[in-house]
């Protein structure tokens, strides 16, 4: 049985401001590198036969802060595609799109539901297929709830209640014969 460790990069100013941030490649804040610090009590990265890491400076940043420094960088790991709606908060983009919810709607010019989660259900698989007994994720508040859903084979929508913290570690195993959370938003 495989253990996935899904860790949700430190604090950026965007994730702290509530924007969204998909392909904008923000640094940490100094919040974020203390957040990211803070990690390297909890996990060791001996403990992990495979790492992976989003193309995304954050992410990466955030693994090497918390002792990974070799991962494997994987592109289906990047953030939601918010296209339009980059650097937009979720009240903004309401401004002009009244209840909008990226779970149900999406967002114009960027990625659709469909395509996020077939992304990482690649991710999934290839957890799965790889034998590993502990693998681990660093990655973004959105495409880790998408992962996660993946792996619990639930629908997208399930997402809006599955919030991350940033710096946050979940791990998701099985319980008997069914895939299961076995830790969130630690």
Not at 6 to 28: N, P, Y
Not at 96 to 106: M, S, T
Not at 152 to 180: H, M, N, T, W
Request: charged residues 25%.
């Amino acid at each position: 049985m495989t253990l996935l460790y899904m860790v949700r990069h430190g604090e950026t100013a965007w994730s702290k401001s509530g924007q969204h941030t998909s392909i904008t490649d923000l640094e940490l804040t100094e919040r974020g590198v203390a957040q990211a610090e803070s990690l390297r009590s909890r996990l060791d990265p001996s403990d992990f036969e495979l790492v992976l890491c989003s193309p995304r400076q954050r992410a990466q940043r955030t693994a090497r802060l918390a002792g990974f420094e070799n991962f494997e960088v994987e592109e289906d790991l990047a953030e939601w595609y918010y296209g339009d709606f980059e650097g937009m908060t979720s009240e903004q983009i309401r401004a002009d799109h009244h209840g909008w919810r990226i779970w149900f709607n999406g967002c114009p010019n960027g990625e659709s539901a469909d395509q996020v989660r077939a992304r990482l259900t690649r991710v999934v698989s290839r957890v799965r297929a790889s034998g590993a007994e502990k693998a681990i994720c660093f990655a973004h508040g959105h495409a880790l709830r998408v992962l996660a859903l993946a792996w619990l084979d639930f629908p997208l929508i399930f997402g809006q209640s599955f919030p991350l913290e940033v710096a946050s570690l979940s791990i998701l195993g099985r319980e008997k014969e069914s895939a299961a959370v076995i830790r969130w938003n630690s």
